[in-house]
Every structure is written in C-alpha cells, then in structure tokens.
C-alpha cells in the first residue's frame, strides 16, 4: 500500500516541530512557575468546614458550585495501582524524560501527517504545566503552535525545580475526572465511595482511563478500562471492570444536604475555609445520639422528631446544638411551637418578685371558668383531678395548671407577657390579650433555643445574655442585663430542684431526679403535639423538645416519658467527673419554719424574700368565704361528648361557700349547693343561680350546651 505523498503544507507542518524539538533541546528552562508548596497552599476545597471549641471536624458544607473538590490528597496516601494506571494511560517514558518526550513528539508529528485522528505527545508535566497556566490550556480547536512551545517550556521548568513525585501528586490532585469532579479526592468518593487510598486495580484504571475523555460514554471508558488492565496484566476479567465502570458512572452526585442547621451555616466562611465554633463534639455526639435512640423508641407513641441544645451558663455558649434527629431538614432548635407548662417559672419568679405570692402561699386548686369574649376559659390539670390547696411550692413543682392561671391573674396578663418578651422570647408577637390567661399555661409559641436561654437566666440569678456559636476573636464577650429577681430567681430553682413538692404528679423516681443538684421542668402542649423537658445546674443548661415537625399529635407521652429521658442522659454526661452544687442564695433571703392550718401539707423548712415571710399559712375556712359559683362560669360554651353516652353524661355544678344555699336551673330548683349536683346536660342556653333561703339570688351564670355537628354543618 502507498502512503500518500506530502503536501506543501504537511512539510510545512515538519519543518515547525523540527524546530520546536531543536528549539526545546537549546532552550534554558528559566519559565518562571510556582513552588509544589504554593500549588498546594491554593488549592481549595469546595466545601467550608465547620469545627467545634477543639478543632475536630463537625461538619463540611458545599459553598462553591462551580466544581466538586475534596482535600488535597499526598501521594502517600494515593493508591500505588492508579500511579501505575495514569502513567500507563498517560505517560509511559516519565521517569525518564525531563519534561518534554522527545521520541513521543517526534513520532506524533510524523503520525499525525498519515492519520486523519490526531495523536497528542503531552506528558504528565506538560498536561500539569496547562492545569497550572489558563494561558496554556487547550481552546476548542486546540492548542496553537505558540502556545504548545510556551508549554513544553513550562514543563522544563517544572522538571527543573520540581520531583517526578510532586509532578504527579499534583497532576492527581488537579486534573478533573468526570463533569464536576476536580482532584483524586473528590473523583474516588464520588465514583467509588472509598478514599484515595483504597482504590483497587479496576478502580484505578477507571479512573486513569478518564483523564483522557472525562465526558466519554461509560462503554468508550469500560474498553479503555480493560485495554490498560490488559496492559498492565492486572488480574480480573473485562465484563467486570465494565460493570463496574457502569455502576460507577451511572451514579447520581451526592447533593447538597443542608443538613447543617442555618445558625451554623451563617458562620462559613469561603470555599476551603475552617471556622471554629462553641461547640463541644463529644457533647453534641451524645445530646444527638440520645435523642435519636429516644425517639426511635417513642416511634410507637407517633413521636418522630426531637431537638436538644446545651448551652453553657456562664459564657453563653451553645456547647450542643441538634437540630433534628437527622431524618429531616427542619430546624427544631429555631422552630417555634407552643410553650407547655414550661412558662410557669417565670409566672411564678413574677408573683414572687412583685410579693403578691410566697412559696409558701396556698393556691385554691379547685374549678374555675374565667369569662372571655369567645366565652369561658375553664383550665385543666394535667391529670383531670383538682387538690383543693397547694402551695406554690407543690403548685409549680407538681406543674398544676389552675393555680398557675389564678397566680397569672394576680400578677396580670400584660405585665406577664412584658416579662417573657424581656426574657428573649421574641416569638411571642401578639398583644397580651391575644394569649389571654391561657399565656400561663403556655399557649404562646417559643422556640427551644430562647427558651432554654431563658432557663439560663434562671440559673444566672436572674442575669440575661444571648447566647453565642461563635468562637474566637470575632465572639462577643458575654454581657448580662439583670432581668429577674435574683431572689426570687434562687427560690424558683429551689422549687424545681425539690423532688419532694414534685412527687404528686411525677413520684420520687424519675428521669427528673439527678443524683446532683438540678432544677428542671417538663411542659407538654395542647393535644399532646409537644413535649418539652428544660433544667440547668450549676454549670450547664439543657434544653429538649420532642414531638413532630409536622404538627401531629403523640400518644400517652407524658412529661417524664417524652423529652426527659434525653434531658437526663445529657445532664448526667456533662457532671460525670463533677456533679452539680446548689447555688449559694442571694442576699435579700430568710429560710423560716411554716406550718399550715389545716394541715393541707406539712410543716417544713421555706425559703421567703425578706418581708413576705411568715410561720403561719391559714386558709379561710369554708364558711366565711363569699358564695359564689364556681363551674360553669358565667359564659362558658359546653359541647356535648360524642363518645359518652347520654345516660351517663353530666355536669358537675360546684359552688363554694354555699351552706344554706340552694341550686336553681332555668327556674327549677334542683336541692342544696353545699354538695356539687351531677346534670345531665340538654342543648340550648341556661341560666344557673345560686339562691338564699328566701330565694334571693346571690349568684348566677348563664352558659350554653352545644350538640354534636351532623353532616355538613
């Protein structure tokens, strides 16, 4: 066969890379190109990384989209078979030439005269001298005869200053592998999901098969694959490494998971850049491996998210800060969601402070309806039952529910609602009267992270601060505004640290009762959608929510049973080597000896604010309070139960000093009010009245009985 003969042009061609080769061999390599160590020093990571107060990685967050880089990877830690693949691949003669194949160029020149597809002569130096140089890189039509001279210059020189083991390093580390794969570190997680270093022989010539058409069809790749492998005479068949090179490339990138709550993803910096926070990894490993085995064991109680925080008292800083179980993008920490119960110690630090309570104050735990625009507010313990008398103390430890809306009528609703919102919690928008007396028991919506910083003032002697992510030099010192009584604030800690006051309703033996000092208090909110758990001790405060983000309620998760658990197990980690002391009380304190007549509890040791103490708590007996009716309430809407019978259904109406007195209904008269009287309730409006013996009216409540909706009412 005749090879055709060359045109004038094809001589042309010759001639120039004659020259070019002649011109290499006398040129000096004096191009000025950077150091192996300010290769490396540029090279950025696409993602920034967030660290906790030690150093240790917490968590690495994509910032820059425009390619996927992973950390720069030494040649130590690259698998000695892809080295092998990619010179294979891509430079045989690179131990031996300096930069410029001679032998390689030559025959490519004269190749390229007698074949219509181009064969390219760059080394691995050359190639690293284009990733190195945008001038030199390649244009859609290819490089031109300037610019390949300038980069077989560059690669002299990179030969002259650099070792073949930092060239190659380099040339891993920066060359792109598939789409937006930069670098050996991101190509060998993304395509394979292993590290550098664990890439085995048909991985590596995957990979090594790449570099010369990173865009190539998976089949293209697989045959180029199995060529070098063949090469190489490395064990294992073709169909294999084609499967795998299938599996490989068909798989999809790992997408950017925002699974870094937005308070911490506004502390990144840049692409590649490392920032410190207040976090404690050891601590958020066990606030968030607590939390998740917690709810995975509540799963049959329809409880599927939670979210902790801790947060150190004194400096404000936020040691542990979980977010959701890791099933879901929600931020719990900053999610607003209906308070609970957990309001009820700033209600009573109010009533305390403005002295219209003491601890030892008894409170009438017994039905009221409170009349409203909507009709009547009627609250209800937890339990359904009523105790008659409870001091402050039980009232708050046992977390009963109408003496708190009757401590909230004494204090106000808007001067209650003024002292939340100076506490921090920022989410509680509306009016006062928007909340009403429902406030006490927590109808407004806070967040877990203000609410915990708000038991952190607590713990500070009634001193205020925001709380801080941010270490280092850019953090804030802390700064404490006097917010709550200190006196005040120490008796309310006394109370929720008192395992007795709290037995009632939670027992001696709870997840409450840590083997340290510790003041807590769990809230649960209207139809069971969120349970909260919040306590802090000398050092620390921890702060649980569990429920779910979607709003649908649990079932039979109780206080102790829901967010507690998780609360104890992160307490009892932060004082394993130093348990927790009780404060040392303010000045502006007495401890006085009180009984209580009758003995509606027992006599004991309490804490009082100077001037409100006393040794006697006497309640007014029955019969020297005013008459009146207690249930309903002038205004109440009554609905009727569609799953109670109507047999058995009733009212209960109850009345206090009414000795004497007489029960009256829609002109009825229905016998003595000094017993309650069970009514077998009928829709419609009635009027209930209290009369004398004479028949004078001497109290009175109109309220309604709703029936039950029927279809399409």
């Given at each position: 066969?005749?090879?055709?003969?060359?045109?004038?042009?094809?001589?042309?061609?010759?001639?120039?890379?004659?020259?070019?080769?002649?011109?290499?061999?006398?040129?000096?390599?004096?191009?000025?190109?950077?150091?192996?160590?300010?290769?490396?020093?540029?090279?950025?990571?696409?993602?920034?990384?967030?660290?906790?107060?030690?150093?240790?990685?917490?968590?690495?967050?994509?910032?820059?989209?425009?390619?996927?880089?992973?950390?720069?990877?030494?040649?130590?830690?690259?698998?000695?078979?892809?080295?092998?693949?990619?010179?294979?691949?891509?430079?045989?003669?690179?131990?031996?030439?300096?930069?410029?194949?001679?032998?390689?160029?030559?025959?490519?020149?004269?190749?390229?005269?007698?074949?219509?597809?181009?064969?390219?002569?760059?080394?691995?130096?050359?190639?690293?001298?284009?990733?190195?140089?945008?001038?030199?890189?390649?244009?859609?039509?290819?490089?031109?005869?300037?610019?390949?001279?300038?980069?077989?210059?560059?690669?002299?020189?990179?030969?002259?200053?650099?070792?073949?083991?930092?060239?190659?390093?380099?040339?891993?580390?920066?060359?792109?592998?598939?789409?937006?794969?930069?670098?050996?570190?991101?190509?060998?997680?993304?395509?394979?999901?292993?590290?550098?270093?664990?890439?085995?022989?048909?991985?590596?010539?995957?990979?090594?098969?790449?570099?010369?058409?990173?865009?190539?069809?998976?089949?293209?790749?697989?045959?180029?694959?199995?060529?070098?492998?063949?090469?190489?005479?490395?064990?294992?068949?073709?169909?294999?490494?084609?499967?795998?090179?299938?599996?490989?490339?068909?798989?999809?990138?790992?997408?950017?998971?925002?699974?870094?709550?937005?308070?911490?993803?506004?502390?990144?910096?840049?692409?590649?850049?490392?920032?410190?926070?207040?976090?404690?990894?050891?601590?958020?490993?066990?606030?968030?491996?607590?939390?998740?085995?917690?709810?995975?064991?509540?799963?049959?109680?329809?409880?599927?998210?939670?979210?902790?925080?801790?947060?150190?008292?004194?400096?404000?800083?936020?040691?542990?800060?979980?977010?959701?179980?890791?099933?879901?993008?929600?931020?719990?920490?900053?999610?607003?969601?209906?308070?609970?119960?957990?309001?009820?110690?700033?209600?009573?630090?109010?009533?305390?402070?403005?002295?219209?309570?003491?601890?030892?104050?008894?409170?009438?735990?017994?039905?009221?309806?409170?009349?409203?625009?909507?009709?009547?507010?009627?609250?209800?313990?937890?339990?359904?039952?009523?105790?008659?008398?409870?001091?402050?103390?039980?009232?708050?430890?046992?977390?009963l529910n109408v003496p708190a809306v009757r401590s909230l009528l004494l204090v106000?609703?808007?001067?209650?609602?003024?002292?939340?919102?100076?506490?921090?919690?920022?989410?509680?928008?509306?009016?006062?009267?928007?909340?009403?007396?429902?406030?006490?028991?927590?109808?407004?919506?806070?967040?877990?992270?203000?609410?915990?910083?708000?038991?952190?003032?607590?713990?500070?002697?009634?001193?205020?601060?925001?709380?801080?992510?941010?270490?280092?030099?850019?953090?804030?010192?802390?700064?404490?505004?006097?917010?709550?009584?200190?006196?005040?604030?120490?008796?309310?800690?006394?109370?929720?640290?008192?395992?007795?006051?709290?037995?009632?309703?939670?027992?001696?033996?709870?997840?409450?009762?840590?083997?340290?000092?510790?003041?807590?208090?769990?809230?649960?909110?209207?139809?069971?959608?969120?349970?909260?758990?919040?306590?802090?001790?000398?050092?620390?405060?921890?702060?649980?929510?569990?429920?779910?983000?979607?709003?649908?309620?649990?079932?039979?998760?109780?206080?102790?049973?829901?967010?507690?658990?998780?609360?104890?197990?992160?307490?009892?980690?932060?004082?394993?080597?130093?348990?927790?002391?009780?404060?040392?009380?303010?000045?502006?304190?007495?401890?006085?000896?009180?009984?209580?007549?009758?003995?509606?509890?027992?006599?004991?040791?309490?804490?009082?604010?100077?001037?409100?103490?006393?040794?006697?708590?006497?309640?007014?007996?029955a019969g020297r309070r005013a008459p009146q009716i207690l249930y309903p309430a002038?205004?109440?809407?009554?609905?009727?139960?569609?799953?109670?019978?109507?047999?058995?259904?009733?009212?209960?109406?109850?009345?206090?000093?009414?000795?004497?007195?007489?029960?009256?209904?829609?002109?009825?008269?229905?016998?003595?009010?000094?017993?309650?009287?069970?009514?077998?309730?009928?829709?419609?409006?009635?009027?209930?009245?209290?009369?004398?013996?004479?028949?004078?009216?001497?109290?009175?409540?109109?309220?309604?009985?709703?029936?039950?909706?029927?279809?399409?009412?």
């Amino acid at each position: 066969m005749r090879r055709p003969a060359l045109s004038a042009l094809s001589a042309l061609s010759v001639r120039r890379a004659l020259w070019a080769l002649c011109a290499l061999l006398a040129a000096p390599a004096h191009a000025a190109v950077p150091t192996p160590a300010q290769v490396r020093a540029a090279w950025q990571p696409s993602e920034a990384r967030l660290l906790d107060r030690h150093g240790v990685a917490l968590e690495s967050l994509r910032v820059d989209l425009h390619g996927r880089r992973a950390d720069w990877v030494a040649l130590a830690d690259i698998s000695p078979a892809l080295g092998a693949a990619v010179l294979q691949a891509e430079d045989a003669r690179f131990m031996e030439h300096g930069g410029v194949d001679l032998r390689a160029a030559a025959q490519a020149a004269w190749d390229n005269l007698l074949r219509q597809r181009p064969r390219g002569a760059s080394t691995i130096t050359m190639q690293l001298a284009g990733l190195l140089d945008p001038a030199l890189r390649a244009a859609r039509e290819g490089r031109s005869w300037t610019q390949k001279l300038d980069q077989a210059l560059a690669a002299r020189a990179l030969e002259a200053g650099w070792s073949k083991a930092q060239i190659l390093e380099a040339y891993l580390n920066l060359a792109r592998y598939r789409g937006e794969l930069q670098g050996i570190g991101a190509a060998a997680r993304a395509l394979f999901g292993k590290a550098p270093s664990g890439l085995d022989g048909a991985e590596s010539a995957i990979l090594a098969a790449l570099l010369r058409a990173p865009g190539a069809a998976p089949t293209a790749v697989a045959r180029r694959a199995c060529q070098l492998a063949a090469e190489l005479a490395w064990p294992g068949t073709c169909t294999a490494i084609t499967w795998r090179a299938r599996v490989a490339l068909a798989r999809p990138a790992p997408a950017a998971r925002p699974a870094t709550p937005a308070a911490l993803r506004r502390l990144l910096g840049g692409a590649g850049s490392s920032v410190r926070t207040t976090i404690d990894a050891g601590v958020q490993r066990v606030a968030r491996d607590a939390l998740r085995r917690h709810v995975r064991e509540l799963a049959g109680r329809n409880v599927g998210d939670g979210a902790a925080v801790v947060i150190d008292n004194a400096s404000g800083e936020l040691l542990a800060y979980v977010a959701n179980t890791g099933a879901s993008e929600v931020d719990g920490v900053a999610a607003p969601r209906q308070a609970g119960s957990t309001l009820k110690p700033f209600l009573y630090a109010l009533a305390l402070e403005r002295r219209v309570l003491s601890a030892a104050s008894l409170l009438d735990d017994s039905p009221v309806g409170i009349a409203q625009d909507d009709g009547a507010y009627v609250p209800q313990n937890y339990d359904r039952s009523f105790r008659g008398y409870a001091s402050v103390r039980t009232s708050l430890a046992s977390s009963l529910n109408v003496p708190a809306v009757r401590s909230l009528l004494l204090v106000g609703v808007e001067r209650f609602h003024a002292r939340l919102r100076a506490l921090g919690l920022s989410t509680l928008v509306e009016d006062a009267d928007f909340y009403g007396p429902a406030l006490a028991l927590g109808a407004g919506e806070v967040t877990l992270l203000e609410l915990a910083n708000a038991y952190r003032t607590l713990a500070n002697g009634g001193r205020h601060g925001v709380p801080t992510l941010r270490l280092g030099p850019g953090a804030k010192s802390p700064s404490l505004a006097q917010v709550l009584d200190p006196a005040a604030s120490f008796v309310v800690g006394d109370i929720l640290a008192d395992r007795a006051a709290r037995s009632p309703t939670f027992g001696l033996r709870s997840d409450l009762a840590t083997a340290y000092w510790s003041a807590v208090k769990t809230g649960t909110s209207k139809d069971m959608r969120d349970n909260w758990c919040l306590g802090y001790s000398e050092r620390y405060t921890v702060g649980v929510w569990v429920g779910n983000f979607d709003g649908q309620p649990m079932w039979d998760v109780s206080g102790v049973s829901g967010a507690a658990p998780v609360w104890r197990e992160v307490m009892d980690h932060l004082h394993r080597e130093r348990p927790g002391r009780q404060p040392a009380a303010p000045p502006g304190l007495v401890r006085t000896r009180v009984a209580y007549a009758p003995a509606y509890e027992p006599a004991r040791d309490e804490w009082f604010l100077r001037g409100t103490e006393t040794a006697l708590v006497e309640a007014v007996p029955a019969g020297r309070r005013a008459p009146q009716i207690l249930y309903p309430a002038d205004g109440s809407i009554l609905a009727l139960d569609p799953d109670m019978p109507d047999r058995i259904e009733r009212v209960l109406f109850r009345a206090q000093g009414a000795s004497g007195q007489r029960w009256r209904l829609d002109g009825t008269e229905l016998g003595p009010a000094s017993e309650p009287v069970a009514w077998q309730p009928r829709v419609g409006t009635h009027r209930l009245e209290l009369v004398d013996g004479e028949g004078a009216v001497v109290s009175s409540s109109r309220f309604e009985v709703r029936g039950i909706a029927g279809p399409g009412d």
